[in-house]
């Protein structure tokens, strides 16, 4: 198929389009590289022997974006595209709700302009919000977040949602992930934020190659075993595959359909830090902190509908994420 991947030179969409080539599928990535890296587009080519079509643009583009469906046709999207700082939208919150809302809107209205009726959805566990008790199945009600950028969510799932209901011939697949980590067995694609990262593993990775002091750990008083926080982490190269899983149910499957992406198993800060120090053999200055505003003690995925309605699970341990997020930090 033609895939559109919005966001694709960042993260978790750079690891997909490789995941997408290797199926044998044809990509074109938008990506206005505000917090992406243009020779992402060279690694790609360098892991797997094609270099995706790239267009350097924002999503909000109107006219830029059907251009680019114009040059190349497009069966199915997958869109990464927005601003993904949870701090940073709390002090910024009319620059995510424009870039995100907008960037989505534009996006679905091309879409519809050139019949295309298939959109895969980087949602996130926030849109579970501060209430729901864990682990989070899809069926709970998802209209709470503690964030400007989670609030995104859950009005683009809404968006989504709506959508589908005036147009019974789309189908949208909302993708509820939980912390994607590590990097591709390359170390050629990886978590490589611009400026301080907000996220656990680039900040243990940039701490263990001397580029930060330490690292500090937000509290150690949570009700939890070792009083640290409990996250679901599940390898980047795992998540990218649930987007080919998600693109395979989106062509044989109408209307919407909202999927947790996990492992199903919660791991501690201090877990995961330990981890690490023993997969690489190095140190990891740590020090404990007082808790952060507006995190959770603890939450993880009911990971079953994933696997019934998708046929996929995560298949890489703690071990494999913290091996090849230092591979990849140590690379660059
Ligand atoms: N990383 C996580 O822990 C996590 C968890 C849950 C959900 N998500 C969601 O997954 C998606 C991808 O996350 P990521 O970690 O790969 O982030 P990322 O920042 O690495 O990737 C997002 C990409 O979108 C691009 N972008 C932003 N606004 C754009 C616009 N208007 N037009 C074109 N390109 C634009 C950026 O340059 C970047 O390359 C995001 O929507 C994020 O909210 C991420």
């Known amino acids: 198929m033609n895939i559109l991947v919005t966001g694709g030179a960042g993260y978790i969409g750079s690891h997909t389009v490789v995941e997408l080539q290797k199926a044998g599928h044809m990509v074109a990535i938008v990506d206005d590289l505000s917090n992406a890296k243009a020779n992402v587009i060279d690694s790609i080519q360098q892991i797997t022997g094609i270099r995706p ?50 960037s989505t809107l534009t996006l679905l209205e091309v879409m519809e302009e050139f019949g295309c009726k298939k959109f895969i959805f980087s949602s996130s566990a926030t849109v ?19 964030s400007p950028y989670g609030w995104t969510k859950v009005m683009i ?12 011939d ?15 067995e390359s170390g050629l694609l990886g978590d490589d934020p611009n400026g301080i ?31 640290t926080c409990l996250r679901d982490y599940l390898h980047v ?18 209307g919407v359909e ?8 919660g791991v501690s800060v201090l877990e995961l830090v330990h981890a690490f120090k023993q997969a690489n053999g190095i140190q990891l200055p740590y020090v404990i902190g007082p808790r952060r505003d507006g995190d959770l003690p603890a939450f993880w995925a009911d990971a079953e509908k994933a696997k019934n309605l998708l046929g996929w699970e995560a298949m890489h341990s703690i071990e494999d994420m913290c091996k090849s997020a230092w591979e990849f930090a140590k690379k660059k």
């Open 128 to 146: 579970y919000g501060p209430n729901n008790p864990y682990p989070y199945k899809e069926e709970m009600p998802a209209i709470q977040s503690s």
């Open 53 to 102: 079509a790239f267009f350097q643009i924002d999503c909000a583009d109107k006219n830029a974006l059907r251009t680019v469906f114009e040059q190349h046709p497009v069966d199915a999207v997958i869109h990464f595209a927005g601003f993904k700082a949870v701090g940073e939208s709390v002090k910024k919150p009319l620059a995510y709700y424009r870039n995100n809302l907008d």
């Open 197 to 227: 990262p907000n996220n656990l593993m680039p900040y243990i990775t940039r701490v263990a190659a001397g580029q930060l002091e330490k690292l500090t750990i937000f509290g150690d008083d949570y009700p939890t075993p070792d009083g």
């Open 157 to 168: 799932e809404r968006i989504l949602t709506d959508y589908t209901t005036a147009h019974p």
């Open 237 to 254: 190269v795992d998540l990218a595959v649930g987007h080919l899983k998600a693109l395979e149910y989106a062509v044989k499957h109408l």
């Open 170 to 184: 789309f189908c949208a697949v909302l993708l509820r992930y939980f912390n994607p980590i590590g990097s591709h």
């Open 258 to 265: 909202a999927v947790n992406l996990g492992t199903g198993q």
